[in-house]
């Protein structure tokens, strides 16, 4: 087992003029399970293939325990990978394409015989071992390409998004049995994900990029209560956060017609006038009273059972904003309704409009 650490690490490709790794410092610790998350082209996929070696390093450096990796090629590196398309062999069995790693670096056959009988058990793959590929079913090649990484008993496994093509049933419960999997195996683990969900059930720190720049990093419950600026409060979480600008009053800012109190210290922080206010669709309290926080009138209400989502939309400071609010799925406010949301005590967010950064770590209301 071993550590991850990146260096100060950038990856540059010819002809670009940004780049799509910019100086990334991480430490991953020997064990821990952490997922790459951001949006398409944020340069989560490019970090874990330049751990891997299939990326070059341009500037900075990539340690795995205190071995500087960043020149040495992949197959030196004591690593193994599972891919987005799984890429097993279709003219080998399950047997044979979970042990052909270890039959190339020359590992007796008893040996090999061994490890993939550990690993099929391990993945209740033993009925499939004789099978190839063509007669499984999607969720069962993925935990064949999980079974080729296992055998190889590397120092770190890297995941690059395994489960994008399975079925929404099937990737929760496959999601549940990799981090299952992880914690039994202790083997230190990167992920690469562009599914926020995927990686607060799966992580146990998990790093968010953005323009291949590191946002924040931290558990789960760190990103979901203490996002560090606008874009980590509207990409963890779904719905999404409630994200908008109003103004700066005495003693507070505007929420409606109802005035949330902020410290001194957050106002004199402000760079400007407004602040941008942020609060998660579960956090908000509807009511019917006017006066009572900010009148929103609802555009449609999702039913989930227990649950439901109510999407409406406010006038503020003269611009129509989308809201979202969580609400009883048996009792709530129907379309073109008039309610009026204010946010639950302690659960308001508050960034700089200029920079983006959080302003506050609590917010009274």
């Known amino acids: 087992m071993a550590t991850v650490t990146f260096d100060h690490a950038t990856r540059l490709y010819p002809g670009g003029t940004r780049a799509a790794v910019d100086s990334l410092n991480l430490d991953i610790s020997d064990g821990e399970f952490l997922v ?8 989560k996929s490019t970090s ?9 390093v341009n ?9 500087d990796v960043t020149d040495i090629p992949p197959k ?12 097993l062999y279709p003219h080998m069995t399950v047997a044979e394409n979970m042990g052909f790693a270890l039959k190339i670096a020359g590992v007796n ?16 793959l033993e009925p499939y071992l004789a099978r190839k590929p063509k007669a499984l079913s999607g969720g069962q090649r993925q935990r064949v390409a999980m079974g080729r990484a296992i055998v190889r008993q590397p120092q770190v496994f890297l995941m690059d998004e395994p489960l994008s093509n399975l079925d929404a049933k099937l990737r929760v419960q496959t999601r549940t049995q990799i981090a299952s999997l992880q914690r039994r195996l202790g083997v230190t683990t990167v992920y690469v994900t562009h599914d926020q969900v995927e990686a607060l059930t799966m992580g146990d720190r998990i790093c968010v990029l ?22 980590v409060a509207g990409f963890i979480g779904s719905p999404a956060m409630n994200l908008f600008a109003t103004d700066l009053v005495e003693g507070g800012v505007k929420f409606g017609e109802y005035t949330i109190p902020l410290t001194r210290d957050v106002i ?9 206010i942020g609060v998660r669709p579960e956090d908000l309290e509807v009511g019917t ?5 900010l009148p929103v009138t609802v555009d449609l209400v999702e039913e989930l059972g227990a649950d439901g989502y109510m999407y409406g939309h406010a006038d503020i400071n003269g611009r129509r904003t989308d809201i979202v609010a969580r609400v009883d799925g048996r009792a709530h406010a129907e379309v073109n309704d008039l309610v009026y949301l204010h946010p639950q005590q302690n659960h308001t967010h508050v960034f700089d409009v200029e920079s983006g950064k959080r302003l506050s770590a609590a917010v009274s209301a």
Do not use: W
Not at 48 to 56: H, K
Not at 59 to 67: Q, S
């Open 268 to 276: 004199q922080s402000s760079s400007g006038k407004q602040v941008t």
């Open 36 to 43: 790459l998350v951001g949006p398409s082209g944020c340069g």
């Open 59 to 67: 500037d900075g450096h990539i340690f795995i325990g205190e071995k």
């Open 289 to 293: 009273t006017k006066g009572d926080g």
């Open 48 to 56: 874990l293939r330049m751990l891997a070696g299939l990326e070059e």
């Open 210 to 231: 953005k323009d291949g720049i590191l946002q924040q990093v931290g558990t789960p419950r760190d990103l979901y209560e203490r996002p560090q600026n606008v874009f």
């Open 76 to 87: 030196d590196r004591d690593i193994a990978m599972v891919f987005q398309n799984y890429a």
């Open 109 to 124: 056959k008893d040996e090999r015989a061994q490890r993939v009988q550990e690993a099929a058990k391990l993945l209740d």
